[in-house]
C-alpha cells in the first residue's frame, strides 16, 4: 500500500505546481490586462486577484489536508476520526472554492466579453461543477467511513 500512496502523495504535490505557478506569473497580469482593456472596472482588480489568491489557499489547504489523509492511510489508521475530520476539511475547501467562483462568474464573464474568449466562463462553469462534485464525493466518503468506524467499534466491543 505504500507505493499506491507514495504515487498519490506525488500526484498531490504535482497537482499543486502549477496552480503555484499560475499564482506567481498568470493571475497578475490576467487582473492587470482585464483592468487595462476595462479602465472603468479597473478597482476591481486586486479584490478580484485577492479573491483568486483566498481560493488558491483554500485549494492548497485541501491538497494539505489529502496529504493527510494519504498519510494516515499509510499508518494504518484510515478508519479513525482523523480521516474523516480530513474528508470533511476536504468538503469545506471545496464548498468554499466553489462559492468563491460562483462570486466571481459575473467578474469572469465580463473579462469574457472583453476578450472575446467563451471559454473562460466554461472554465469558470467547470471549476464550479468539479468543487461541487468533490464535496458531495467528500461527504459520501465522510459518511461511509463513519458507518465503518461504528460497525468497527461495535465490532470491537463484541469480541
Known amino acids: 500500500m505504500k507505493r499506491e500512496t507514495l504515487f498519490l502523495k506525488l500526484a498531490v504535490f504535482l497537482i499543486g505546481l502549477p496552480i503555484l505557478a499560475a499564482c506567481i506569473f ?28 483566498i481560493t488558491a489557499l483554500v485549494f492548497f489547504a485541501a491538497l ?10 499509510d499508518k494504518n489508521e484510515a478508519f479513525s476520526e482523523l480521516s474523516v475530520t480530513s474528508l470533511k476539511n476536504i468538503k469545506y475547501c471545496a464548498v468554499i472554492i466553489g462559492v468563491f467562483y460562483v462570486a466571481f462568474m459575473p467578474v469572469i464573464y465580463l473579462m469574457a466579453e472583453a476578450d472575446d474568449t467563451p471559454g473562460m ?23 461511509l467511513l463513519q458507518n465503518a468506524i461504528a460497525i468497527k467499534s461495535e465490532n470491537d466491543l463484541t469480541i
Do not use: N
Not at 466562463?121 to 459518511?143: D, E, N, S, Y
Open 26 to 53: 498568470v493571475l497578475p497580469r490576467l487582473t492587470a490586462f482585464f483592468a487595462a482593456l476595462y479602465p472603468k472596472f479597473a478597482y476591481l482588480q486586486y479584490p478580484f486577484l485577492a479573491g483568486l489568491y
Open 64 to 73: 494539505y489536508q489529502t496529504f493527510k489523509l494519504l498519510t494516515y492511510i
Open 121 to 143: 466562463v466554461i472554465i469558470g462553469m467547470t471549476i464550479i461543477f468539479g468543487c461541487m462534485v468533490i464535496a458531495v464525493f467528500a461527504a459520501v466518503l465522510q459518511k
